[in-house]
C-alpha cells in the first residue's frame, strides 16, 4: 500500500492531512496486515511537532507489526531532506540517508527523537548541553537538575496516567507507558523547542478518574463548558487553586512557570479533540486559548518553546559572584 504524503504536514493549518497519514499507517499495519510505504516525494514542509507525531506512529506500528510493514521514501526537497536526517525521522523508518552527516546546512541544531518508558534524565542533560555548548560551564549548580526537571516529570505523567491498566484500544495496540521526545534549537529564530507525544488515553479521559469530584468547581471557576480543551485547562490549573494540592500536569505547570520567569514563551498542549495555549509576551501574559478540533489526536503531544535571549541570562550564573541572572 502507497501512502502519498502530503505537500505540507503540521498540526496547525494542515491537522486533518497529518491525522490522516497516521491513520492511514494504524490502519494498513495493524487492521489489514498490509505492508506500507510512505511517499514523500511531493512533500515540502514538516513542522516539528508533525515530525515527532508521525515518528511515534511509525514507531509503533514498525514495533508491534514489523519493521518490515512500514518504510518510506525520500522527499526531492533538499531542507526537508536533512530535516528528516537530523530529527530521526528517517531511523524511525529504517531508512538510510544519503547525505553525509557533516553536511549541515539546515539551520536547525536537533536533539533526535528519543522514545521510552520511564522518566529518563539522560535527556534532560542533553538537552541542556545542546542548548548550552561551551557555556555549560557557567551553569547555576541548583539548576543543573532544576530547568529540566518539568521534562522528566511530564515522561513521569505518562507513566502514571496516559496507560491505565483496564484500556482496552480495541485493535490498535500501544507500546505500554510509552513516549517520544524531540527537542531542537532554531539557529534564525533563536527558539528553543522541546516536544513530547504518547499514544494514552489523552488528558480529557485520565483527567476525570482521579479529579471527578472537583472537575465541576474548576470548569465554573473557569467559566468553561465541558469539553476536551476545557478539561486540559483544568488540569492546567490543578495544585494552583485552593480545589486541589495534587495534579496531573505537574511536570506541565513546571514548564509554565519557566515561560513565567523568562517573561518569554508558549506552552501548547494538544489532548484527544482539545487544545490548550499559553503565552507570555514581554513580560506580559496574553490570553489563555482554549479550543477544539473535530478530528482526535489520540493521545496528548505538549509543545514548549522559548527564545534563547530570554532564557540563557535565566540560567547562567552572574559574572559578579555566584548570584544568577
Not at 26 to 52: E, G, P, Q, Y
Not at 155 to 162: I, K, L, P, R
Not at 217 to 231: Q, V
Request: aromatic share 6%; glycine share 8%; charged share 25%.
Amino acid at each position: 500500500m502507497i501512502i502519498k504524503v502530503p505537500e505540507v504536514l503540521d498540526l496547525v493549518d494542515h491537522r486533518a492531512n497529518t491525522l490522516e497519514v497516521a491513520a492511514a499507517c494504524r490502519s494498513n499495519c495493524m487492521i489489514h496486515k498490509k505492508r506500507t510505504l510512505l511517499d514523500f516525494s511531493a512533500t515540502k514542509t514538516i513542522s516539528s511537532a508533525a515530525v515527532l507525531f508521525l515518528v511515534a506512529e511509525i514507531d509503533r506500528c514498525r514495533k508491534v507489526s514489523g519493521i518490515a510493514m512500514l518504510t518510506g521514501t525520500f522527499p526531492r526537497d533538499k531542507r526537508l531532506n536533512r530535516q528528516m536526517r537530523d530529527s530521526g525521522f528517517y531511523d524511525a523508518l529504517g531508512v538510510k540517508c544519503d547525505i553525509p552527516q557533516r553536511e549541515r546546512i539546515y539551520p536547525v541544531e536537533y536533539i533526535k527523537v528519543r522514545s521510552g518508558t520511564a522518566a529518563d534524565g539522560r535527556l534532560a542533560v542533553e538537552l541542556r548541553q545542546a542548548l548550552l555548548g561551551p557555556h555549560e560551564e557557567q551553569l547555576a549548580k541548583d539548576k543543573r537538575g532544576s530547568f529540566f526537571r518539568g521534562i522528566t516529570e511530564a515522561m513521569t505523567n505518562v507513566a502514571q496516567h496516559a496507560y491505565p491498566d483496564d484500556w482496552d484500544n480495541g485493535p490498535i495496540k500501544v507500546i505500554k507507558k510509552g513516549w517520544w521526545m524531540l527537542g531542537h534549537i532554531n539557529k534564525l529564530s533563536k527558539q528553543l523547542k522541546i516536544m513530547i507525544v504518547d499514544q494514552g488515553i489523552g488528558i480529557p479521559r485520565s483527567l476525570p478518574r482521579t479529579h471527578k469530584d472537583v472537575i465541576p468547581a474548576l470548569l465554573a471557576m473557569l467559566k468553561l463548558e465541558n469539553s476536551d480543551g476545557a478539561m486540559i485547562h483544568a488540569a492546567m490549573e490543578l495544585g494552583r487553586s485552593r480545589l486541589e494540592q495534587s495534579h496531573r500536569g505537574k511536570g506541565l505547570n513546571d514548564l509554565k512557570q519557566i515561560i513565567d520567569l523568562c517573561q518569554e514563551g508558549t506552552l501548547r498542549i494538544l489532548s484527544k479533540k482539545g487544545e490548550y495555549l499559553y503565552r507570555v509576551r514581554g513580560g506580559q501574559c496574553l490570553p489563555t486559548i482554549v479550543s477544539g478540533h473535530q478530528d482526535s489526536l489520540n493521545g496528548t503531544l505538549v509543545e514548549w518553546s522559548i527564545p534563547l535571549d530570554a532564557i540563557l541570562p535565566f540560567l547562567l550564573i552572574n559574572e559578579v559572584g555566584n548570584e544568577e541572572k
